[in-house]
């Protein structure tokens, strides 16, 4: 149980187009979704944490319009790369919080590597 | 605000050696720490958690970590690692009063020779 997927795997996308990247929960409702980026040989960045039904919350330093955040329903959040330019490259991790267990477990899917051209 | 640092950066260490990866935190209050691992391609995954109670705690591949509180460290611990322990690892913390966001450590490269 607790199986979170990503959708694209990989994308690669030409610069100033906008590319959507999907977070599902396959088994569990997820209340709230995070949203991290992850550069090369470094650790995970909260950018943002969704919550079902309402807006995005964004940590400091990410930008609001630039990152468009959705969580329409208990098992999708998606995550919307407005304008991509090339410093947008990176890999995106989203989480889900079960909202049926321990409210701090965390479980991740596998991540989406976004390569702008 | 929370933070969390592993000291360190990469690991090197041959089959059947122990190894010991540190974490240590900042934060005055109630703490959750977390120990994930990253395999070549793969997604995190839980490696073990500590929420309150035994400060030792058993995770899953033989894992465990201990909580020190007074020295805000929760080091990860394998007595006998395996060729397939060659992963990243990450230390993580979260807390109420960060609204229960996990802030995640540098992490460690773990190199197994085989």
């Known amino acids: 149980g607790a199986v979170v997927s990503q959708h694209p795997s990989r994308v690669i996308c030409k610069s100033g187009t906008s590319v959507k990247i999907e977070c599902r929960s396959l088994?569990?409702?997820?209340?709230?979704m995070f949203w991290y980026r992850q550069f090369p040989k470094k650790s995970l960045m909260l950018m943002a944490t969704?919550?079902?039904?309402?807006?995005?919350?964004?940590e400091q330093g990410v930008e609001k319009d630039k990152f468009l955040i959705n969580h329409a329903s208990l098992t999708l959040s998606t995550l919307t790369v407005t304008s991509a330019h090339p410093e947008d490259s990176s890999f995106y991790i989203c989480?889900?919080?079960?909202?049926?267990?321990?409210?701090?477990?965390?479980?991740f899917g596998p991540g989406t590597r976004l390569t702008v051209l | 605000a929370q933070s969390v640092s592993q000291h360190n950066h990469h690991v090197i260490l041959s089959e059947a050696a122990s190894l010991e990866l540190g974490c240590n935190y900042s934060?005055?209050?109630?703490?959750?720490l977390f120990w994930y691992v990253q395999y070549p391609g793969q997604h995190l995954q839980l490696l073990l958690k500590?929420?309150?109670?035994?400060?030792l705690v058993k995770g899953i591949k033989g894992f465990e970590a201990e909580f020190i509180k007074s020295k805000f460290s929760f080091n990860l611990r394998k007595p006998s690692v395996q060729w397939s322990d060659t992963a990243e690892y990450f230390c993580?913390?979260?807390?109420?009063?960060?609204?229960?966001?996990?802030?995640f450590g540098g992490g460690t490269r773990v190199l197994v020779k085989p």
């Open positions: 088994d569990f409702q997820a209340t709230t």
């Open positions: 993580a913390v979260n807390t109420k009063a960060a609204g229960n966001k996990l802030t």
């Open positions: 989480s889900a919080r079960d909202g049926g267990r321990a409210i701090n477990e965390q479980f």
């Open positions: 969704s919550n079902e039904g309402s807006k995005a919350t964004y």
């Open positions: 500590y929420f309150s109670g035994d400060p």
């Open positions: 934060y005055g209050g109630t703490v959750n």
